[in-house]
């Protein structure tokens, strides 16, 4: 037992031995390494360390293992070439790694560059395809100026006509001088006509063409025209990159592009009407929302966000600006925006920059148009003003449990909006405006709220832009492969975004940036801002089929981006948990395969109706308009006055300048009782009462239309006469019949008789199968 003993103390005492030689060796090579280090302090002390692993046998047959780093000596007293060597490879992978940045960077920069080419290009090429087919249908250059000015249509030329008279003025400073104080336009009345009409479009183009010297190289409808579809190719532009950053492929954006000119009759109106405020400033919003996109973003560096900042700012106040009506189009996109704030899916910091830009726009813009009090009491101004303060009363409401989030965030909205209602109403009663009524009478039959028989809100209703779109309108996007596949995007961004707010409100954080590994589109702010941007102009749409133009242009955008996608379809893949094949891989072949499915049936379908628009030969000539325009520069007096339907009149005033006694403007309450007034003459009325309304806006002609006058519709109530015989109370109704009576007869087609007491007040002096003019006698004869 002893002798046990001994022997076991023998060979734990070897062990011991062993063991501090060993130790001894190291830190001889580690005190080497150190000197060697100090003589050479630039060597590879930046490199990974190389881990060696070595077996030191005693005599007792156990193991030692030893650990050494790169600047750790030999077990074995190896000699210096060792260190040499782990410095030529430490060095080789620096190399290495400094080439593959290089490499990756080179990708990026040629990815970039081949993505803004390809967006360059589509936009380039829809501008000259909608000079081509605005050739094409009007045969433009072969015609007379006043002829090429008819083809303004709806209205529209009305801004044109300013556009010529600030090229006719001697200065541009007196053009602006002019159009001030306007009294040439509406008989009677002297108005701002760049506040009231918002001409900054024709302003900014007409200073354009001085500038750049152009009288002798083009012709001022055609550089007019050439600016309009210069921004409409800014907005596809916009598109594609919009398409882009989300998706992560310019793919996306040439499949936007294409969606955009299919579905052109439901996403601009710039065939027909080039001059109207949305082909001038929707390309300013398109833009916007692109700088909005890539702001709200994760993924991308502080600054890109400030260019994305910056560009957003300008973009906002330029759309303000071009459009009486931009600011409820913001209003929407800001209740978006609060939606975001409150889920806490977007950092308060961006929100805050984002009020900041609103804000300021909205000063800026008040300065800029004269104090315009409808600014001040927009909605915009007021969502803001309730959001500073509903935020400050809740400092603490992104904080908590589930449920008690969830309350908090319920008050917050009704804070925001009870607060903005009531700013909102006490703005309007301080400020002397004379709408709100009409507005919102106007609202409450729209929504059947409400019955009225008044003119003027039944007019409104009866209007294309105010009334719900049709079944033809869902058809063309289904055909168009657009409106299927969005409801399928749709649906997934949705149901993912409510899993992130179920996740954000439960108390996870959010990560900085989402992989496509990870299954989470929902998690991206930018992809959530438009999952909302399209539902609540979706909403609009569906109400309103003048907001369509502002809801299609963004489904195509946002469908694209989804089938492009690999995150969609790697979201969908972590819902299904798929095992049988890798799901990167087939989210990769997927997001390639389907847009290229999708690209060759629309090319194969769509192409050569294209092609055909700019191939055959369209004609549009209105023989009846040329005449009557040539007559009343030949024979009108410069002092006459011309009544008769706004659309009319506002060529009237683009072609021959006369004043009119309305404008085609359904924003200004006083130019729409105007019309009111001078629509009578379609009316049961008798000819001292329509000779009454017509002089008291010191009317010296009307021009009585055949088209209203005779107006055949299958549907009846819409029809300019029904809606005056309604508001008359000419018009009753009898077991589901309408009848219409009245003492009088209809007043445009009793004065065609040419027998007292009409001839009485008024004679004819001009008619052609399309109209018929009339002029007020200043000296009543009575002939019987």
């Known amino acids: 037992m002893a002798e046990l003993r001994s022997r076991k103390r023998e060979g734990e005492k070897k062990k011991e031995d062993a063991a501090s030689e060993v130790d001894q060796q190291n830190h001889n090579g580690v005190a080497d390494d150190f000197s060697r280090d100090e003589d050479h302090p630039n060597g590879v002390e ?42 030529v490879q430490t060095t080789g992978s620096a190399k290495s790694a400094m080439k593959n940045s290089k490499t990756v960077l ?52 009305l801004y044109y006509y300013y556009y010529k008279h600030m090229l006719f003025a001697s200065s541009f400073e007196r053009g602006v001088y002019e159009l001030t104080r306007d009294n040439r336009t509406v008989s009677g ?64 954006g040439m499949l936007t592009v294409a969606w955009y000119i299919i579905n052109r009759p439901d996403t601009t109106k710039v065939d027909y009407a080039i001059p109207l405020r949305d082909n001038w400033a929707l390309p300013y919003f398109s833009c916007q929302v692109a700088a909005l996109t890539g702001f709200l973003s994760n993924s991308i560096s502080s600054a890109t966000e400030m260019f994305c900042y910056l560009l957003m700012s300008v973009t906002t106040f330029s759309f303000i600006v071009m459009w009486e009506h931009s600011h409820y189009v913001l209003f929407v996109q800001g209740v978006a925006l609060l939606l975001l704030d409150c889920f806490d899916l977007v950092p308060p910091r961006k929100t805050a920059d984002i009020h900041k830009v609103y804000l300021s726009s909205l000063l800026l813009a008040y300065v800029l148009q004269y104090q315009r009090p409808s600014l001040l009491s927009c909605p915009l101004l007021s969502l803001l003003i309730a959001s500073l303060l509903a935020r400050y009363l809740q400092q603490n409401m992104k904080m908590g449990p589930l ?68 079944q033809d309108f869902f058809l063309r996007l289904t055909q168009a492969s657009v409106l299927p596949f969005y409801v399928l995007v749709l649906l997934v961004c949705l149901i993912s975004t409510m899993q992130t707010i179920y996740r954000r409100l439960s108390g996870e954080r959010l990560k900085g940036s989402v992989r496509m590994e990870d299954g989470r589109i929902g998690e991206r702010p930018e992809v959530i801002y438009h999952v909302l941007h399209t539902l609540l102009f979706g909403a609009l749409a569906m109400m309103f089929q003048g907001t369509k133009y502002l809801w299609t242009p963004y489904v195509c955008a946002f469908t694209a981006f989804g089938v492009c996608s690999p995150e969609l379809w790697m979201t969908v893949f972590r819902w299904i948990r798929l095992r049988s094949v890798h799901p990167v891989v087939l989210a990769l072949i997927l ?94 009325r008798s000819a001292e009462e329509v000779y009454k309304l017509l002089t008291a806006q010191k009317s010296s002609y009307i021009i009585i239309e055949e088209e209203l006058c005779n107006e055949m519709s299958p549907v009846r109530g819409c029809r300019i006469k029904d809606l005056l015989d309604y508001a008359n109370g000419h018009m009753v109704y009898d077991q589901g019949e309408m009848y219409t009576f009245s003492k009088h007869g209809r007043f445009c087609h009793e004065i065609k008789m040419n027998y007292s007491p009409y001839t009485n007040y008024f004679t004819r002096v001009f008619w052609n199968r399309s109209y018929h003019v009339y002029r007020v006698n200043s000296v009543i004869s009575f002939q019987y």
């Open 46 to 87: 930046d490199a990974e360390p190389i881990i060696t692993m070595e077996k030191t046998h005693t005599d007792s047959g156990s193991t030692i293992t030893e650990e050494s780093g790169s600047g750790a000596g030999n077990v074995d007293g190896a000699s210096p070439t060792g260190t040499e060597e782990e410095k």
């Open 106 to 157: 080179l990708q990026r920069i040629v990815k970039v560059f081949i993505g803004c080419l390809a967006a360059v290009t589509c936009g380039m090429m829809y501008a000259v395809y909608l000079s081509t087919y605005h050739e094409r249908k009007f045969w433009f250059s072969s015609r007379q100026e006043m002829e090429r000015e008819i083809t303004f249509q709806g209205g529209s030329g």
């Open 189 to 252: 009345q002297t108005i701002n006509a760049v506040e009231q009409l918002s001409l900054y479009p024709e302003l900014l183009s007409s200073l354009l063409y001085r500038l750049i010297g152009s009288q002798n190289a083009i012709e001022p409808v055609y550089f007019y025209i050439g600016v309009v579809f210069g921004l409409q190719a800014v907005y596809v532009t916009a598109l594609f990159i919009c398409s882009w950053v989300m998706s992560g492929t310019w793919v996306a």
């Open 403 to 470: 449920v008690a989030r969830l309350m908090k965030i319920v008050l917050h909205l009704y804070l925001v909006f009870t607060t903005g209602i009531t700013f909102n109403y006490l703005v309007k009663k301080i400020l002397p405006t004379n709408q709100n009524d009409f507005i919102l009478k106007f609202l409450e039959v729209k929504f059947g709220l409400n019955t009225t028989t008044e003119f003027i809100p039944n007019l409104l209703l009866c209007e294309e832009g105010f009334q719900s779109p049709g």
């Open 591 to 684: 997001s390639t395969a389907v847009p290229t499915i999708i690209g060759f049936s629309l090319w194969r379908e769509y192409f050569p109706r294209v092609l055909s628009e700019l191939t055959e030969v369209q004609e549009f000539y209105d023989p009846d308009t040329v005449e009557l325009m040539n007559w009343i520069k030949s024979q009108a007096p410069l002092a006459a006055v011309f009544a008769g339907s706004p659309a009319l009149l506002g060529t009237v005033k683009l072609c021959t300048g006369w004043p009119v006694t309305s404008l085609p403007l359904y924003t200004d309450l006083n130019l729409l009782q105007r019309s009111e007034s001078t629509y009578q003459v379609y009316a049961m």
